[in-house]
């Protein structure tokens, strides 16, 4: 089993800036993967970013927040991070991270789940 808890969502004006946090326990954390994943009210949830455990820490960004979101994990903490800059009204939603077998934009293929932090951008 392994437990994730996100933290570091709020409410924030355009163009600010906020960090996440994914805390992940268990016996076998640290050999997942890291997928962070977005749901607006009546919209699908969405791929965000990815980061591997393994290879140096490979990273993913669906296209819409390249540039402004940046993926990292300290391994020693099991924390991976979002840090999200340059933040728009669009990037409203609750945030997941999740732990699976790979980096994969598909939320289904994932086997563990925080409980979600919103993020409120106002315009």
């Known amino acids: 089993q392994v437990q994730l808890v996100e933290s570091g969502g709020g409410l924030v004006q355009a163009g600010g800036s906020l960090r996440l946090s994914c805390a992940a326990s268990?016996?076998?954390?640290?050999?997942?993967?890291m997928g962070w994943f977005r749901q607006a009210p009546g919209k699908e949830r969405e791929f965000v970013s990815g980061i591997s455990w393994s290879g140096g820490g490979s990273t993913y960004y669906t296209d819409s927040v390249k540039g402004r979101f940046t993926i990292s994990r300290d391994n020693a903490k099991n924390t991976v991070y979002l840090q999200m800059n340059s933040l728009k009204p669009e990037d409203t939603a609750v945030y997941y991270c999740a732990a699976g077998v790979k980096v994969l934009t598909n939320p289904q293929l994932y086997d563990y789940w925080g409980q979600g932090t919103q993020v409120t951008v106002s315009s």
């Open positions: 268990g016996r076998t954390a640290s050999s997942y993967a």
